[in-house]
């Protein structure tokens, strides 16, 4: 194997300013989540030209094939690259910047499409090395509810042939360009959507006893429902309720009818994640209600949590060690945010990991910010690990 891991990273090195130009022209033509088609049709050409077999419109745009190994029948890894971007003005200052104004790719799916182009250009290459085979996955539409990975999963793309573990990468600004992070079990939280509607009485705001103000009720319910986390929420469950958007269409002098509260729900445990749900209805309508408004809570249930196998977790970690060196690999912590890769964590073994993108002496601009750049220098390491990881666990 150490041959093949020399072989990779010479390959890897090889196809680096291919994959960049790759990567600069999804970021210049970004697309939002289900509307990937010229995302869809770019990946479509590469992998015709390469000669590379695959079905298009999976769930709308998305995309997926199989590179079978020349050494016979084994174990089918699963590769996934989500495809979407985000309705963001783009103030990165690169100087490919995005055409498509108002969309930008600031979560770095640019980056996840590339690289996986350029493992799929390796191992193809190598399959008279491995059996089994590489199943690679195009996913639309990450960044928007239901999901493009539940669709997928309906549509079989884990069936046909049946996937044995599913990898996914995703880019990370907090980490040195071309490290990985890696956390077994329990690694992103779940996501819920909250809606709240609160109608009371407008009126003048000079005469605020004639009137049953949303604005004042709308604000008590955010506060009580920060008490969930701090006086219901286990301790041992790490938990948060944010409200994003705070609608009340007033003016200055004038108390409006009603408010609209938007906001979101993470954690990591399913039973206490229903009592969430519980609880902020009951809470925002017992406030409301006490103060003579009517209360309307809707809760959007979003993805769950993303579990890591961590058998499949640990031996990747060590493949990491061997493909690059020990100080490289890294220990991930908890994180709140979401990803609806958990969906393929769900019915299969898998693994969602990290690689490192940040600049040495730039600021860092996190994800999902206008200003988010990556450092490209971390694309090979990226197809490079991508490669290492599907060789080594058909081999194992």
Known sequence: ???????????????????????????????????????????????????????????????????????????????????????????????FTSLNKGVMHACGHDMHMASLIGCVKILNELKEHFSGGIKFIFQPSEEKYPGGAIQMIKEGVLQNPKVDSMLGMHVMPELPMGVVGLKPEKYMASTDEIYITISGRGGHAANPHQNIDPIVIGSQVVIALQQIVSRYAPPSIPTVISFGRFEGLGRTNIIPD????????????????????????????????SFGAKCLVFIDKGYPFIYNNPEL???????????????????????????????????????????GVAFDKEEIFNLHSSKFKLNEKSIANAIGLMSWFAYSELMR
């Open 313 to 355: 977790t640990e031996r990747l970690k060590q493949s990491a060690i061997c493909f690059l060196n020990e100080s490289e690999v890294v220990d991930l912590d908890l994180r709140m945010t979401a990803e609806d890769f958990s969906y393929f964590a769900k019915e299969v073994p898998s693994c969602f990991y990290r690689i």
């Open 1 to 95: 194997m150490a041959d093949i891991k020399e072989l990779i990273k010479k390959k890897s090195s090889e196809i680096f300013d291919e994959i960049v130009t790759i990567r600069r022209m999804f970021h210049q033509n970004p697309e939002l989540s289900t509307q990937e088609f010229a995302t869809a049709e770019i990946i479509h050409n590469i992998l015709f030209d390469l000669g590379i077999e695959h079905q298009t419109g999976i769930a709308g745009t998305g995309i997926v094939g199989v590179i079978y190994g020349e050494k016979g029948s084994g174990k089918i890894i699963g590769l996934r690259a989500d495809m979407d971007a985000l309705p963001i003005l783009e103030a990165s200052g690169v100087g």
């Open 258 to 289: 009603e408010v609209k509260l938007e906001g979101t729900i993470r954690t990591f445990d399913e039973k206490w994640r229903k009592k969430t749900h519980q609880l902020i209805e009951e809470i925002a309508c017992g406030t409301a209600t």
